[in-house]
């Protein structure tokens, strides 16, 4: 019942915007977004859940900027980040995250190459030396884990269990759902971030730290682009992963996306792992990103 009461809504939005060219319904994605993704927020306060969307970014081809789409109106761009021994969370001091089996075979890679990938890109933060990150992954058990997966009707379960859920490749048509219009197209991977609320259904900080406190987080990866490894292109799985779990971890996107007059090329600066769009292979953690992360975990108390 609410699942389908979610999908008129979308249809109703796809219907809207039926006229536009994808490339051009793609640029206007932030309204898109907002509108579709506020019927999460209805749906969850529907079922008397105390969480609610918070953050959305997203990572794209590189041809258009990916975005970070906030739904707090009145805390514009406020961070988000986990809250040490949270009790809401069972009062562990470390970060759990599993990966989705079910959904975890790519276009163009086997289940166990995209599970090296995620487990690789897992260990890369968790051995950046500024900090400990207690990142704690817990065993899969068969489910088709994605709550957001759930609410668009495309499977998933209607709840979750890790803090960060590494939640697998799906159809183009999940990203046009939940992102709008010609999503599909260009984006590479989306995280979901949920936050506490309180009985008011508003974000809470009870650290105090100037952030909302994170619920959870879900991680998606876009089926309807080929997979590889250590390839430009098709797109390098491990980036994308590496990439989708910084913002696990609290980190925004960094650098602006530039267009070069003379060969038409686009290209970010600084060049970086969280820059919103896809420059090619990287594996590895530097500069920006680096100091980006140790600002936000250094003081973990671990
Ligand atoms: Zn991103």
Known sequence: M??????????????????MTPGQAFGQS?????????????????????????????VTTGKKEGQTVYFDDRAKQMGTHWVPGDPRRGGYLD?????????????GLSLAE?????????ATWEGVKCSTIPLAQLADFGMDWGYVQWLAGMGGIGGWYADIT??????????????????????????????????AGEFTDIDGDG???VAFREIYYNN????????????????????????????????????????????????????AGYTGIQQHITGTDMAGHCSIWASWPW
């Open 211 to 213: 952030k909302h406190d």
């Open 30 to 58: 932030e309204k898109e977004i907002r509108r579709t993704m506020d019927s999460v927020n209805d749906q969850l306060a529907f079922m008397g859940e105390n969480v609610r969307l918070a953050v959305v970014e997203y």
């Open 95 to 107: 970060i759990s995250w599993l990966s989705d089996q079910v959904d975890g075979a790519a276009n």
């Open 224 to 275: 309807a682009f080929p997979w590889g490894i250590g390839t430009s292109n098709p797109i390098d799985v491990e980036t994308i992963v590496l990439h989708e779990t910084g913002h696990g971890l609290s980190q925004g996107h960094f650098g602006k996306l530039f267009k070069t007059d003379k060969n038409g090329k686009f290209h970010f600066a600084p060049r970086s792992l969280m820059n």
């Open 114 to 122: 995209t599970q090296a990938a995620v487990g690789n890109a897992l």
């Open 2 to 19: 609410r699942i389908n009461k979610w999908f008129s809504f979308f249809a109703a939005t796809l219907l809207i915007c039926g006229l």
């Open 166 to 199: 590494q939640a697998g490749w799906l159809p183009g048509v999940f990203f046009d759902l939940t992102l709008g219009p010609g999503a599909s197209g260009g984006v590479l991977g989306v995280t979901f971030t949920f936050g506490w609320v309180d009985a």
